[in-house]
């Protein structure tokens, strides 16, 4: 019998450099629903739980020198300039969410930290919403952006923001670990993982719910890069993966189904008082409504039929989508409700993402 190929010595130990340092994201507990949800509902919710609405304007900020929060968060110019450029890759692809860099924490939904002794991380999707403290991070930069693995980092946690999960961890892809290398190689410098990290963003299988697709895709900027001997299959990996860099095909193709791009505002359907809409979408799917009150009073914005739906409210601005109001009903037996005081003359927009329903096309909204 031919002896099995010894692994190669790793490119870090052959040119006497430090390990790689990767992304750790923040342990997270499964979503628990009521023992009444089927199967085929929770993994519906699942599946589109962590996206957010299109239509939806994500705003940012980058903790800097001066900022009252810990200096180590505080970021440098060059890799905060690198962010800005990283959410603008993303956001070129034609995609249903926009960014928009603000001037104060407290106005941001992703909070961006540049601690280099946490690590790379960032909470996926609307788990962001979890933490609503001005002066709590969303999003940790552990290294600088300015070179070509840090691009690769800007856009690596950009894409968990937006609800991409580590690619590698694809149930799809296969992979059977050499676990003692891999917990021997995370437990030790630069990395310092316990037990618990490794398990959660490298042995871990996602729950097929959540990924997006049938397949894996090796070159994906949401897949890390591993050094000899840690896979063991497939075979062709047990020398090593190196991603090709950057986005991959798969990487905005998979984007631009999660958030189409959205049709021009002069174009979408309008919502008028009294008069229910059919969403005439599927599961997974989004829809966006126009509405302008004609007079300033309360009014209340909702679903019908038995359906998981999350529902935001908009308000149009010069700057772009102002989030004002939001309700997810997934997993109960209500429906989504919105009861706000809307103004004359402003416009606003109602977006909402289909979960689930028994009958998709007897689920409607209304305002009255």
């Known amino acids: 019998m031919a002896k099995p190929n010894k692994p190669k010595k790793s490119a870090a130990k052959q040119a006497g450099t430090a390990a790689i340092r990767y992304c750790s994201q923040p342990i997270q507990h499964p979503r628990q629903f ?38 180590a968060w505080q970021g440098k110019a060059a890799d905060i300039k690198q962010v800005g450029i990283a959410f603008q890759t993303w956001f070129k692809l034609g995609i249903g969410i926009s960014f928009k860099e603000v001037s104060h924490p407290a106005e941001a939904t992703l909070r961006i930290g540049f601690d280099p002794q946490d690590g790379s991380w960032s909470y996926v999707g609307r788990d962001i919403l979890n ?26 946690e950009i894409g968990h923001a937006l609800g991409l999960e580590h690619e590698h961890q694809n149930p799809y892809a ?17 990395n310092n993982w316990d037990l618990q990290q490794i398990d959660w963003n490298i042995l871990r299988k996602i729950p097929v719910a959540e990924v997006k697709g049938t397949h894996w895709d090796p070159d ?25 860099g950057g986005l991959s ?36 799917q989004t829809r966006v409504f126009n509405f302008t009150p004609k007079r300033t009073r309360s009014y209340r914005i909702g679903t019908f039929g038995t ?58 909204i209304m305002v009255w």
């Open 131 to 156: 933490t609503r403290d001005p002066h709590e991070r969303t999003m940790n930069y552990g290294w600088a952006l300015t070179t070509p693995y840090g691009h690769d980092t800007a856009l690596h």
């Open 34 to 71: 009521d023992p009444a949800v089927d199967a085929m509902r929770a993994r519906a919710i699942i599946a589109s739980g962590k996206k957010w609405v299109n239509g939806t304007q994500l705003t940012y900020y980058c903790f800097k020198s001066g900022d009252a929060v810990p200096a």
């Open 174 to 190: 296969g992979i059977t670990w050499d676990t003692d290398a891999v917990k021997a190689y995370f437990k030790g410098p630069p």
């Open 249 to 284: 095909p798969a990487d905005k193709s998979w984007i631009v189904q999660s958030y189409p791009g959205t049709q021009p505002k002069d174009t979408l359907p309008s919502l008028e008082v009294g008069l229910s809409q059919k969403l005439a979408i599927k599961a997974g």
């Open 307 to 364: 359906s998981d739906t999350v529902m935001v409210l908009f308000e149009v601005t010069p700057s772009g989508n102002v989030q004002i109001a939001g309700n997810d009903d997934s997993g109960t037996d209500l429906n989504a409700r919105i009861d706000m005081r809307l103004l004359n003359g402003r416009r606003y927009q109602i977006g909402i993402r289909l979960y689930y329903a028994e009958t998709a096309a007897e689920t409607s």
């Open 220 to 244: 994906s900027v949401m897949e890390y890069q591993f050094e000899p001997g840690l896979i063991i299959e497939p075979a062709r990996y047990h020398n090593g993966l190196t991603p090709k």
